[in-house]
């Protein structure tokens, strides 16, 4: 069995690579077969992954505007196995990845543009939605959010009013920034707590696969440029 979570957003800026390599990170603590295709030509995921130390595949396969129709067909010809997309911060990039995802992750930060950003890119869903027949799950993760102040408690309110999922806030924490720099994954109590509290949300919206044989980059499509650890 396959599963393809897709993290969107129509701008840059609100953790999309930070939410698609930590929830990765959690799901293969479970026991799952996780991998993460970085979409995006910014190559954060990649860069990520560029020390080794990931526990986990980062694969690229960039999305090009024009260019859904074969990218698409590429994630489904994925090995069976959970697929975390760190998708491009367009517009276009949402309606790609609505087409071919079993759930759809969007960060949002306590700021006006990325709220209203947000709000235009559940309209792309609900597009996408209608095009594709399904009703694909989307989940709003407040991110780089502090509940002592007025922004993060207005932020959590505001995407309440969407009609989508929301989930736990994911709060501003310096683990993150330095897990990148590191290239590991985020570590301390208070992290692998709200990652696992979003783990578990995507774990109740879709249903989880188990870890099989670890996918090699020559049984990829050769158009993917695969890290690994070691």
Known sequence: MRMVIAVVQRKGGVGKTTIAISLAGDLYRRGLAVQV?????????????????LPFAVSELPLEIGGAAGWAQMIRSLPD??????????????????????VMLLPCTPSGLDLSAT???IA????????????VPALLVPNRV??????????????????EIVCKPITTRLGYVRAFSAGVLPAGEA????????????????????RGPRV?????APQLRSSYPG
């Open 37 to 53: 295709i970085d979409a995006d030509p910014q190559r954060s995921a990649t860069e990520w992954a560029a020390l080794g130390q």
């Open 81 to 102: 196995t959970i697929t975390i997309i760190d998708t491009p911060p367009h517009e276009y990039a949402v309606g790609a990845a609505a087409a071919v995802a079993d």
């Open 119 to 121: 709000e235009q890119a």
């Open 124 to 135: 792309a869903i609900a597009f996408a939605r209608s095009k594709r027949g399904a009703r």
């Open 146 to 163: 502090d509940m002592r102040t007025l922004e993060g408690q207005q932020i959590v309110e505001a995407l309440d009013e969407l009609g």
């Open 191 to 210: 992290i692998a707590a709200e990652i696992a509290e979003l783990g578990e949300q995507v774990l109740r919206t879709v249903r989880p696969v188990r």
């Open 216 to 220: 090699m980059p020559s049984r990829l």
